[in-house]
């Protein structure tokens, strides 16, 4: 055992520690130590004895996060203490479960999941056997109403009953259809992971007791943004001892559109009468500046529990606010403060993060800080896992594990190519459903179904490597697995044969596989000795950001929902544009959704903050102008300057005297003044509405050009 745990703690904190028994619930800010009070707990529990590692489920929202919280426990903790809590994400904590009781609803233990690509495209397919083209019907829309469906709880049967227009109708004819190839592939998507518990909870009641009695303690991190379904399994199993504990922010909430529902914080005291509320009120993470912009920012929002926050740290340095000329420069710019910073501070790169609003802005970030040499991490979202090359390796594997897993199977029988077309594939599957055999039967003797001798043959050599992976599978370990895939599919040299720049980068990526493959083994090695290649599919599919070790020196980057209940001594938060950062968004629910979400970017920095956007931005090949964001409009002005180190207010007090300018008209004199340009474009555009205006002859109009112009933040000023 190591120190006093408890000294770490303010009062509050300590009270909500020390109170182990009944239904408790935490409301409070940013960085005031919510998490840190669901470590403390559970190993203050396991230290007083009152229940095993393995009697404590506790969930959260990202790996990255759970990863996090084992960290902290461990350091609270001896390592032979910890062994064996259910932490984890909702996902991977009720995968294990469903993977333990898969046969009582139907499933064998070591059923697929499918991750949103592999959903898009089953869509796809069941849209064209209704007779409607994806163009029509937008494949998306109805994947994502579906998974709305199956976390609202609503069974494609019932949803049946319910569909009163066009619209629904079609989603419901796919939904059930989309249940059944599901069901009949043995495969699960990920919202099935939360819906599947309940129905198997429903189904065997002995079992919900079974995890009532197994799980004497359950905690949930960041409760703001559970949906109704993990609502539900949370209720369901803290029904008999109800030791449930859960912390939110209200403020952090922003998951609505996964249907994620603020009111289950709200519901909590009523759901559990005797439930007691601790409310925390010290961040312990972001300097005042920083806690000041966060605060003026929240506070701009109507709906929402009224908090105090604030903090006894450090002042600490202005929030920059820069404009770049287009997102390059700003992807640039950003790689050369992280490398000023190092230098000045002796900082390392995995103490800075760069969040942007979606996934596709990474691009300029990663390019800049590659022309930089800093190493980075991109988290989550179009990662490594969602490489083409990468979903046919897991294809594999994942055929290796399930047979009846015909989408894996249609993915990679032809590939690397060896002359299995469509209607070759077609023809099997259509064999073995009027056969009433399985695929595998009809591949290993393909003649004596009538194949051609040709299909027969090209058939033969992928059934016999396939086959002999199959056995390997049984014996050997899973990096072993993967190497002899590579090498009895000729896949790299297939690759190499192609000797474009695209597959020299495809042969990089199935090597930086085995190289996670290997990594991965290792460490998973020290907590259950030998790792099914089962249950690696399964971290690989749930755990996109696995791929980074949390020791490996490198910027992060990420999207801002990733970045939920992470802290870094230095964020950017970037392309603050209007229509980017906020989306456009049509209500003014969906404003405070995009509000909140600034919150969450700007509270997870510890140290140092720094704004930045776009003045244009490439869209299909042509740079357009963008505006700024208007959440730059609710900061505190007295804690955020411009890069030159100008007050904020400068910003707007130059704007408003352009404006003036244009709009009234006025001496040349006047016009020489520095004037505030966001961009060339805008200084045509002045010019354009200056002659208009007759002020300036359009010789006098040319030569502004002479006029001193600070363009932004530009780099070229510095
Ligand atoms: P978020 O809302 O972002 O999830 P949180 O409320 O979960 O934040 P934590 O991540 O638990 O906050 O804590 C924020 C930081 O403050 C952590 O670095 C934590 O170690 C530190 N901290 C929390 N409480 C204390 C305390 N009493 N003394 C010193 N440091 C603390
Ligand atoms: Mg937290």
């Given amino acids: 055992m190591k120190d006093n745990l408890l000294e770490s703690l303010n009062t509050p904190q300590r009270e909500a520690v020390e109170l182990t028994e009944g239904p408790l619930i935490i409301v409070a800010g940013a960085g005031s ?28 929202f990202t790996n990255k996060a759970a990863r996090e919280m084992k960290t902290r426990i461990s350091s609270l903790l001896d390592s032979s203490e910890v062994k064996g809590l259910w932490i984890g994400t909702f996902h991977s904590n009720f995968a294990k479960l469903l993977r333990i009781h898969a046969k009582t609803i139907g499933y064998t233990q070591d059923f697929t999941i499918y991750d949103s690509d592999d959903v898009e495209k089953i869509i796809k397919v069941l849209l064209l056997e209704i007779g409607l083209t994806p163009k029509e019907i937008g494949t998306k829309a109805i994947q994502g109403r579906i998974s709305f469906l199956k976390n609202k709880l609503i069974s494609s049967q019932a ?17 059930l259809k989309y249940e059944e190839k599901l069901f009949k592939n043995n495969a699960m998507d990920f919202d099935d992971l939360l819906v599947k518990p309940i129905e198997l909870f429903k189904k065997e009641e002995s079992i919900l007791k079974q995890y009532q009695e197994k799980f004497k303690y359950l905690m949930v991190d960041e409760y703001q943004d559970t949906n109704y379904a993990q609502y539900m399994v949370i209720k369901m199993l803290s029904e008999k001892n109800k030791n449930i504990c859960v912390v939110g922010d209200d403020s952090q909430s922003i998951y609505s559109w996964r249907g994620a529902d603020i009111e289950n914080i709200l519901r909590f005291e009523k759901d559990y009468h005797d439930s007691k509320l601790i409310k925390l009120n010290q961040n312990y993470r972001c300097t005042k500046s920083i806690l000041a912009a ?23 340095e202005k929030i920059i606010f820069s404009q770049l000329e287009n997102e390059i420069i700003e992807g640039v710019r950003v790689a050369q403060i992280i490398r000023e910073l190092k230098l000045k501070y002796g900082w390392k790169n995995s103490d800075f993060a760069v969040f942007y609003r979606t996934n596709y802005q990474s691009r300029s970030f990663e390019d800049g800080l590659r022309q930089n040499g800093i190493p980075y991490r991109i988290y989550g979202g179009v990662s490594f896992y969602k490489r083409k090359e990468i979903k046919d390796v897991t294809a594999y594997l994942r055929l290796i594990t399930n047979f009846s897993d015909e989408e894996s199977l249609s993915r990679i029988i032809n590939y690397p190519p060896r ?12 064999k073995a459903r009027e056969e009433n055999l399985q695929v595998f039967d009809i591949l290993s003797k393909p003649a004596s179904f009538g194949f051609s001798e040709r299909a027969s043959l090209a058939i033969k050599e992928f059934y016999d490597v396939f086959h002999y992976l199959v056995e390997i599978s049984k014996k050997c370990s899973v990096v072993e697995v993967i190497e002899k895939l590579y090498e009895k599919t000729k896949w790299i040299e ?21 190289s996670f493959a290997t990594y991965f083994s290792k460490n998973k090695m020290q907590e259950d000795e030998v790792l099914s290649l089962q249950s690696f599919l399964q971290e690989v599919l749930l755990a996109s950001d696995l791929e980074e070790a949390d020791d490996e020196n490198k910027v992060s980057l990420m999207t801002i929902h990733s970045a939920k209940g992470l802290e870094f001594p230095v964020v950017f938060v970037v392309g603050l544009e209007d229509g980017l950062f906020p989306l456009s968004v049509e209500t003014h629910k969906e404003l405070e959704e995009e509000r909140r979400l600034f919150y969450v970017a700007i509270t997870r920095a510890k140290k140092r903050l720094f704004l930045s956007m776009a003045k ?18 609710d900061l505190d ?22 404006n003036r300018i244009v709009r009234n008209g006025t001496s040349t004199e006047e016009i020489k003044k520095p004037v505030w340009m966001e961009s060339d474009f805008e200084l045509r555009r002045l010019r354009k509405k200056i002659r208009g205006l007759n002020i300036l002859p359009d010789s006098d109009a040319e030569k502004l050009s002479s006029v001193e112009i600070r363009i932004g933040m530009s780099v070229s000023h510095r």
């Fill in 33 to 60: 130590g919510k998490t840190k009070v669901i470590t403390h707990r559970i190993a203050n529990i396991i230290r007083l004895h009152l229940a095993k590692p393995d009697n404590i489920l506790a969930l959260t």
């Fill in 159 to 175: 949803f049946s009953q319910e569909a009163k227009n066009y619209l629904d109708d079609v989603v419901s004819k796919i939904f």
């Fill in 294 to 316: 966060a605060n003026s920012v929240i506070s701009k929002n109507k709906n929402q529990i009224k908090k105090e926050l604030t903090t006894e740290n450090e002042n600490g």
């Fill in 419 to 430: 002359g299995i077309g469509d209607v070759t594939l077609s023809k099997v599957i259509l």
């Fill in 494 to 514: 297939y690759l190499k044969r192609e000797e474009s720049v695209e597959s020299n980068s495809k042969i990089l990526n199935l090597e930086e596989f085995l």
């Fill in 616 to 633: 244009s931005r490439n869209k299909y090949g042509n740079f357009q102008q963008t505006l700024r964001s208007r959440f730059i409009g």
């Fill in 637 to 658: 002005m007295g804690v955020v300057c411009l890069e030159n180190g100008l007050p904020l207010s400068e910003l707007f007090y130059e704007e408003k005297e352009r």
